[in-house]
């Protein structure tokens, strides 16, 4: 199953992304090709069509998603790419910030709960989004696994940390996956990762921070979050907490 996020506050359908105030950090140098899919996270699921996608280094270089949800445009060639999507009936969401080599990435995902699931997901996480906060999310994928085969991919038993570290009320929360319906929610009373390996920090001060997966005989790949203000914060397959 896929990783549902919480978004902030939520906007108007129309009004787009939110206003950010950040500072973008431009890329001045030469690009390559970024490839991925964009899911819709929703009861309707498959690819998420029609949704704006850019990054933040290269704001010039833009796209559409596709009837399949995938996407193409310039990214930073040997520098990092923050992926960011906005779709008038979606939260705005962005990727953990990548490392892209010389030739470019590929397989970059975005997950995409539409406002019905995002209703649903708060109300399981008993918790109120805050203005003036982002919400981050994660996959923590088990060793040789990812989001588009078998029937779940994440890696059970890990512990998550986040630094800068947060008030014990942000989290981490882990979703709970029952088995017998695969059905997926996030549950405060958890302590470590199930097999849907998601989890997720609450009500995040704007900043840059990492997230860095933990357990006894396992490495993981630790992400590097830009948190803005009114956006989900997705590391979603392949580009999570991997284990290798």
Known sequence: MLVLLLACARPAADTGAPADTATSPVWDGPTAPGTGVAVNFSIEGGGLAGADVSTLEVPTSTTVTAADGAFALDVPAGGDATFVLTHPDMPPVQTATLDVDEAGIEGVTFQVPDW???????????????????????????????????????????????EPALPAASGPVYFYRNAENGIIWPDPTLTETTDDGGVLFLNVPPGTYVLTAH?????????????????????????GLQAY
């Open 116 to 162: 019905v699931m995002y209703d649903l997901m708060e109300a399981f996480a008993g918790v109120e989004t805050e203005d003036g906060t982002c919400q981050i999310a994660t996959t923590v994928t088990c060793a040789g696994c990812d989001m588009w085969h078998g029937a779940f991919h994440g890696q059970a038993g890990a512990t998550v940390t986040i």
């Open 215 to 239: 357990q006894d005989g396992v490495t993981f790949e630790a992400r590097r979050m830009w948190c803005r203000e009114g956006w989900l914060v997705n590391a979603s397959p392949p580009y």
